[in-house]
């Protein structure tokens, strides 16, 4: 569920976000009836994950939030969920948040260094995410801290600060992102490309020495601790999303909501959903998107699976036309250690659509 608030904004935010609140309780009535429309269709599934991202969730009041989780738990069947809200280091009304059945924090540091976090205009200083930081361990055990690389400022010293705080609270889980900038951004000067590249790669390593299983290409964890909610995306299995530009896969069918707040509020207060994009895959998109998404984790896809989307695919013909990147482990496709650092160019590679039409035969 996405809230597209934040009550500033960062200067490389490439994200549907608004500074002006005054739509918050229309935008959040519609959020609610997004969600009955999608119970009506689907019945009364079962959930086992939600995740409330942003924007900055925890900019709105909470009891808009509550309101949300309530309407989710009467429409669906809640079993045993994980629960994740996405909070900025400036909030501390952690008991509440747990009253209300939360159970996973996503705090986003981005770096911890002050100069850096004043260079990309963030609200928060260090000392604001350690007070937070603190506050939620008394009621949260599962916290997850997000980090960038690649920011105005950064050095191989703001890369040690942000090491050693992960070494002093050692947080369940850490995201660590290269910084990515789609659009025309004043910042895009300032970032040095090589050094990100090798300020990243210490991250990385350091992480692991610690003890973080870097069981996806950006996402590291402690022993049990991997994101379920994050799974369902790279295991291409189904999930819906609700609010504007949030995107779904629900059997096979791809959307992805209009991204401009007033359309949404329109759509949605019409009766309709709100798509701006609606595909129904084949199997053979299917089988793109699964590879696409799946090899991003260590543990890579079963065999089975994809040849359930497509049974004449020789798994054997594509790893050999990616000799030392792709390997077949325990029947199991993935990408090598060495193959992770080069995900990006290796996956459009890999999903490009000759290479697949040769390995399955052109179905
Ligand atoms: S907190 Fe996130 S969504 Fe909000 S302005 Fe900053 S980068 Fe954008």
Redesign the pocket.
Known sequence: MHIPF?K???S??D?V?YTDFSHVESYFNCLNKEIEMWSKLLGKQKIDTVYIG???PSDVPIEYISKLLKNVEKRFHLVDPEITVEI?PNFSRFADLKNLGINRLSI?LQAADDTVLKAVS?RHSVYDFRKAYEGASAYFDNVNIDFIIGLPQESRQTITRNLELVEQYRPKHVSVYILEIHTENAIVSQIDQDNTAIHHEIFVNELERLGYERYEISNFSLPGYRCKHNLKYWHNDDYVGIGVSAGGHVKSKRYVNVSNLHRYIEMINSGEFAFEYFHENSSFEELRETLFMSLRLCDGVEIRRLKKLSPKMNVYRLIEMFPGQLIFDRNRLKISKSGMDFSCTLLSEIIDKDTLLRVTGGE
């Open positions: 934040c500033s904004r960062c490389y935010c994200f976000s942003g924007g900055t900025n986003g963030r």
